[in-house]
């Protein structure tokens, strides 16, 4: 080496010069080949507990639909790569009135749909309205996602209207923040009509939406749907060629396609197929046992914190794995505006028997617990249940278990007929808004078909509270706001969080830069696979592994 060095000190400069202009060619052609390799991409096939026989995003509340929707259509704002926070999509610019009831949206230029029509104002103007008002002409099938993000249907929402080619306006009947982050849901995708047959049109279409996504629809078969890379892409080209998503069937079905290496990634509900290869992230649905507080014992609110501080997370824990992880806090890791600290499940027994003791109740006191059964479906929640006696046992309740079909139980627990429920929510869209206030506000504490503020809780500080932070959209009032509430709760304790379902992904060892999202939605456009021709491309950051039984933040391959 030190003899290679000496020579080329003693060539002549030119000769030098010549010499790393050589290397810094090959170099670049060798990169130039393997770059070519990595954008063509490959097959990408990932398999689904089920799939949808045509694609409408109007209808993408949850399963398969949502997924396939982000990589085929755009959205006006976008969810990040880690959580609910908004960030531009097809909207590169937005403003609200001083009112909070006009939304404007300035929309990025250069984007077509997948048949190459420009993207305008009047095209999302037209694909909103459909998803919001009842009886619109391009209405697809019913949306239920609309209605739940928009107070009703239309709801919140007055008028969607152009300005002009590049501008979308949305006036509302009343403030409503929260209208940015159900923008960024699937639901709202920005679609482009296909002529039917039964509209004097195309007969060949394979979808009746076109999107303008890093992905298009090229063939619905049974049992999957295939999707084409369309590059170029205002996020970037996709680093897969194709799109292949199939109907997986059970857990074992779809363990061995991949031992088989006929998939290459599988989405699946509440479990991991094999620890290898396997990822997780908390969701936005949440467990939490609801506290009647019109009812002995929970009417006292000492009763109430004692219930909080007996439950033992590790106990919880165990009944979960893997389907969800314990909860410490009301709003899990992936919704913005979450408070941390202190854990609301204290796993302390001694201090509860001295709460109800303050609260002048006996020791042992009864309680029922209702559960829906829900035959096998994960995690269980009869081992939740049995979790949860347990631990309360231990702190001085004495707790029955009444099991009861999903929907059995809804219904007990909207009339008000029981002193403890286990049920789940969901913060849809990743807003605090559509957890805490469903759950804690007078308004949903109603009996009936309508409530969803089943402990029955009634606090006008709170509510006020949750108001101003669903009308303000300065995103920093809003957090304030928020915590303010969360800190409400912990000292009333009318609902204790459990637990946050998991979304799990397996993938082979060749599967780069995967990376889960809370909304169970990732965007996979960036995702590739290592072959030999591709294994000087850009690595993927190093793999967390599969999330342990506490609640972590996302991970990604």
């Known amino acids: 080496m030190r003899l290679i060095t000496l020579r080329l000190r003693l060539m002549p400069l030119r000769f030098r010069l010549m010499s790393l202009l050589f290397t810094a060619l090959v170099a670049a052609l060798a990169v130039g080949d393997h770059a070519f390799a990595f954008a ?56 609200v009135s001083r009112d909070g009831l006009v939304w404007s949206f300035r929309l990025r230029g250069g984007v077509s749909f997948h048949d190459g029509t420009p993207l305008t104002a009047h095209h999302v103007a037209q694909s909103l309205a459909r998803e919001i008002f009842p009886g619109h002409p391009l209405a697809g099938g019913a949306s239920m996602v609309a209605p739940r993000l928009l107070r009703g249907a239309p709801g919140v929402v007055k008028e969607v209207r152009a300005v002009d080619s590049h501008t979308v306006e949305i006036s509302l009947l009343q403030p409503y923040a929260p209208l940015l982050t159900a923008l960024a849901h699937p639901a709202f995708s920005v679609v482009l009509p296909v002529a039917t047959e039964s509209d004097g049109g195309k007969t060949d279409a394979v979808n009746r939406w076109l999107g303008t996504g890093p992905f298009s629809v090229v063939e619905i078969g049974a049992g999957h749907i295939a999707l084409e890379a369309r590059p170029p892409h205002w996020r970037g080209a996709p680093r897969v060629s194709r799109l292949v998503f199939v109907e997986a069937g059970d857990e074992a079905q779809a363990r061995a396609q991949l031992d088989a290496q006929s998939l290459d990634a599988v989405f699946s509900t509440g479990a991991q197929l094999r620890p290898a290869g396997a990822l997780s992230v908390p969701s936005w649905r949440i467990g939490y046992l609801a506290l009647q507080t019109e009812k002995e014992p929970f009417k006292r609110l000492k009763a109430r914190r004692a219930a909080a501080a007996a439950l033992e997370p590790g106990l919880i824990g165990a009944a979960l794995r893997p389907a969800a992880s314990p909860l410490q806090a009301f709003l899990p890791s992936g919704v913005w505006g979450r408070r941390d600290a202190p854990p609301l499940m204290g796993g302390d027994p001694e201090r509860a028997k001295r709460l109800l003791t303050e609260a002048g109740l006996p020791r042992n006191v009864p309680t029922a617990l209702t559960v829906p059964d829900d035959g096998g479906r994960k995690p269980d929640l009869l081992k939740v249940a049995e979790a949860i006696r347990a631990s309360l046992g231990a702190g001085g309740f004495a707790v029955s278990i009444h099991p009861g079909p999903a929907e059995a139980a809804l219904v007990r627990a909207q009339s008000g007929d029981f002193q403890m429920a286990l049920e789940e929510a969901y913060a849809a869209g990743g807003d605090p808004h559509f957890l805490l206030y469903p759950l804690s506000a007078t308004e949903g504490a109603t009996k009936g078909s309508g409530a969803v503020n089943l402990s029955f809780y009634r606090d006008s500080r709170l509510d006020d509270l949750l108001i101003r932070a669903s009308q303000l959209s300065f995103r920093t009032e809003r957090e304030r706001l928020y915590a303010r509430a969360q800190g409400m709760l912990a000292e009333s304790m009318p609902w204790i969080p459990l637990y946050v379902r998991l979304h799990w992904v397996t993938v082979r060892p060749e599967v780069k830069n995967l990376r889960l999202h809370p909304s169970g939605n990732p965007r996979l456009e960036r995702v590739w696979i290592e072959t030999p021709t591709s294994i000087t491309a850009p690595s993927a950051p190093a793999s967390p592994p599969a999330a342990p039984p506490s609640e972590e933040p996302p991970t990604g391959r």
């Open 40 to 95: 063509q991409g490959s097959v990408l096939r990932v398999g689904l507990p089920t799939l949808p026989s045509q694609l409408d995003p109007a209808t993408a509340l949850d399963g398969s639909v949502p997924l396939i929707a982000r990589q085929v259509f755009d959205t006006l704002v976008q969810y990040s790569e880690a959580g609910s926070d908004v960030e531009p999509g097809l909207a590169v610019q937005w403003s």
